[in-house]
């Protein structure tokens, strides 16, 4: 079992970066896909990006392409989102997950990260 916790959010204006923390604890992690998500109020949960286990592979939305990076360091537990240029319709509540058999299946509480324009 995994458990993840994220941390790093905040407010922010238009056209500037954040990086979010994945903490994750379980004997499994370096054996997990872990990814990111986000909530926009009103709106369903969206797929941004996931890193597979090696931190070899990477695969992200279109939507956050080319501003977005994905990392982990598995000595330590830890994912992270850096996340550059961001819009106002970057606002969102931001979860990280743990995918175990082909489902993402360990979430954390979610971190908020709201852009101002």
């Known amino acids: 079992q995994v458990q993840v916790v994220e941390s790093g959010g905040g407010l922010v204006q238009a056209g500037g970066s954040l990086r979010l923390s994945c903490a994750a604890s379980?004997?499994?992690?370096?054996?997990?896909?872990m990814g990111w998500f986000r909530q926009a109020p009103g709106k369903e949960r969206e797929f941004l990006t996931a890193?597979?286990?090696?931190?070899?592979?990477?695969y992200y939305a279109d939507s956050v392409k080319g501003r977005f990076t994905i990392s982990r360091d598995n000595a330590k537990n830890m994912v992270y989102l850096q996340m550059n240029n961001l819009k106002p319709e970057d606002t969102a509540v931001y979860y990280c997950?743990?995918?175990?058999?082909?489902?993402?299946?360990?979430w954390g509480q979610g971190t908020q990260v709201t852009v101002s324009s």
């Open positions: 890193i597979a286990q090696s931190g070899i592979y990477t």
């Open positions: 997950a743990a995918q175990e058999a082909g489902g993402w299946n360990y």
């Open positions: 379980g004997r499994t992690f370096s054996s997990n896909v």
